[in-house]
């Protein structure tokens, strides 16, 4: 669920150790067998698999020591490539082997192809009908392993002005701000959005504290001209509409 609340107390995390052994020249000396042949793949071809394309990444951290293995611990817990570059650095660096450098390069990646994908579309993503809000969602939210929150801004025409994943969550809980959704509504200039949040170990079905927040923030952002047009709850492969009380 996601709750409309005051700030929440966030305990501050040690600073991650960092080795003072080498510099980054000579740790590019000191490649592995398994390194090299990942970059003589790249470089001879351009095509490397997902997992090979994360654990390369990760020998650009002088202070992974592993990359293979830290890679393979990012596999388990996030289960593909998209929701590692979707995690929060919170939940990247709860993995093992994993620090604020890694997990830095790992967000800074992951918010370039962000706006490279903003940027290269040829075409405004309308959503018109409940079956494209749907698969919208499942495409964003249906592989994240924490919940999160979706908000999704859009204009008179049902065209996506923006979307952003806010929230700093649980496993099972997000709280939001309703300033904060509503300054992101004003920036993106959007009438409307939609917000979803998911369940990753259970059923799309929206609790009543679900409903009653969903409600409490349509009341909330009616007075700015602000239609909160759904509240969705997003499963592993389908959804439900809290304000339709039926599956999209």
């Known amino acids: 669920?996601?709750?409309?609340?005051?700030?929440?107390?966030?305990?501050?995390?040690?600073?991650?150790?960092?080795?003072?052994?080498?510099?980054?020249?000579?740790?590019?000396?000191?490649?592995?067998?398994?390194?090299a042949e990942i970059k003589e793949k790249l470089?001879?071809?351009?095509?490397?698999k997902d997992w090979d394309l994360l654990e390369l990444l990760l020998t650009y951290v002088c202070s992974v020591s592993s990359p293979h293995e830290v890679a393979e611990e990012l596999k388990r817990t996030?289960?593909?490539?998209?929701?590692?570059?979707?995690a929060s650095s919170v939940e990247l660096l709860q993995v093992k082997g994993?620090?604020?450098?890694?997990?830095t390069l790992i967000r800074l990646v992951g918010?370039?192809?962000?706006?490279?994908?903003?940027?290269?579309?040829?075409?405004?993503?309308?959503?018109?009908?409940?079956k494209?809000?749907?698969?919208?969602?499942?495409?964003?939210?249906?592989?994240?392993?924490?919940?999160?929150v979706l908000l999704v801004f859009l204009d008179d025409q049902g065209i996506i002005l923006g979307q952003e994943i806010l929230g700093a969550g649980t496993?099972?809980?997000?709280?939001?701000?309703?300033?904060?959704?509503m300054e992101r509504a004003l920036h993106y200039n959007a009438t409307s959005l939609i917000i979803a949040h998911n369940h990753p170990h259970g059923p799309p079905l929206p609790s009543v504290r679900d409903r009653e927040e969903a409600e409490r923030l349509r009341e909330i952002l009616h007075p700015f001209e602000i239609t909160l047009t759904d509240s969705v709850v997003v499963g592993k492969n389908k959804c439900f509409s809290i304000f339709r009380n039926a599956p999209l």
């Open 98 to 103: 994993m620090d604020r450098d890694a997990a």
């Open 1 to 35: 669920m996601w709750l409309i609340g005051e700030p929440v107390f966030q305990p501050k995390r040690n600073k991650a150790k960092h080795s003072t052994e080498g510099l980054p020249g000579i740790v590019m000396e000191n490649k592995t067998d398994r390194e």
């Open 132 to 148: 494209e809000v749907e698969q919208f969602l499942l495409s964003r939210l249906s592989t994240m392993k924490d919940e999160k």
């Open 43 to 48: 470089l001879r071809s351009g095509k490397l």
């Open 171 to 181: 496993v099972d809980q997000v709280v939001l701000f309703p300033r904060q959704i």
């Open 78 to 86: 996030f289960r593909s490539v998209r929701a590692i570059f979707l």
């Open 111 to 130: 918010e370039i192809l962000e706006r490279f994908s903003e940027t290269t579309a040829q075409n405004p993503r309308i959503l018109v009908n409940s």
